[in-house]
């Protein structure tokens, strides 16, 4: 329930962006925009790892996301690009990026920028 809530935020806030920075040709442009959205914010849930490429998702066992701002995960949470908050069990860490927080029950990696 917390990731559907998560997915609806999430959408919502980058289409209201989007649509904020280009004002969309009509109600086509809008439903074409929200489409690519929420196909990019999809948290896919395998066997209780979670992928998402722009989303952001909590997990019982891994997250591994492209860019994302909250992940949540019970072991590792991986993020290739910008993260803003990641709390895991085991490891958190940021491949090529940027974390403003990083929390893990054993270690914690930024390969990037700075965290």
Known sequence: MENLALFATTT????????????P???AEYAKRA?????????FNINGHIFTVLG???????????????QKAGQ???TIGLSGYQSA????QT???LTLYQKAGEKTRTFGIFS
């Open 12 to 23: 919502l806030v980058y289409l209201g962006v989007w649509c904020w920075m280009k004002k």
């Open 25 to 27: 040709n009509g109600l």
């Open 35 to 43: 489409g690519i959205i929420a196909l990019l914010c999809a948290p």
């Open 56 to 70: 952001n998702a909590v997990s019982e066992k891994n997250n591994i996301a492209l860019c994302s701002l909250y």
């Open 76 to 78: 590792n949470v991986i």
């Open 89 to 92: 069990g085991q490891s958190a």
């Open 95 to 97: 491949i090529i990026g």
